[in-house]
């Protein structure tokens, strides 16, 4: 058998704010399905063998004057849930246990504006995860006072 292989999908995150104080978060990727607000993995689009596995960078492009950056601690910076259909995904809080077996962040750069996160995507299911990012002078401690955006993911399929 050949060695497992990743391939990097880059996510370029767009975080703004508007007058009320309303955060909004725009995604691109070839993964991103605007219309469910998922990240969509199908391996055997991207030529992957079951083993093989996706990698995200999400590349933060912070514009919202509060110096947005990700948590840390990788875990802290994502929260993952094996979610249900998208009707009905409850995305996780600081309260609900992590599953990270199939989906995990895995790294946050030095300057705290990258997040590498590793999807063995082995079989179709549903996730619900949340992304995290802390405001600048802000603790990365106080779970309470992160800035969250909720999207889901769908694996769709184990690859050849």
């Not at 989906?103 to 619900?128: F, G, Q, T």
């Amino acid at each position: 058998m050949s060695r497992p292989k990743a391939v990097i999908h880059p996510v370029a995150l767009l975080a703004t704010k508007d007058a009320a104080g309303t955060y909004r978060f725009q995604p691109q990727s070839d993964l991103w399905d605007g219309s469910e607000e998922e990240f969509v993995f199908h391996k055997d689009r991207h030529g992957m063998k079951e083993h093989d596995y996706h990698l995200l960078e999400f590349i933060l492009d912070d514009r919202t004057g509060d110096g947005l950056e990700f948590p840390r601690s990788p875990h802290d910076a994502m929260w993952v849930t094996e979610g249900a259909r998208l009707t009905d995904r409850k995305c996780p809080d600081m309260h609900t246990f992590s599953n990270y077996g199939v989906m995990e962040p895995i790294c946050v750069s030095d300057d705290r504006k990258r997040l590498i996160i590793r999807n063995d995507n082995p079989r179709k299911e549903d996730w619900a995860f949340t992304v995290n990012l802390v405001k600048r002078g802000e603790e990365d401690s106080d779970r309470s006072r992160y800035v969250s955006w909720d999207p889901g993911g769908a694996n769709h399929n184990g690859g050849n």
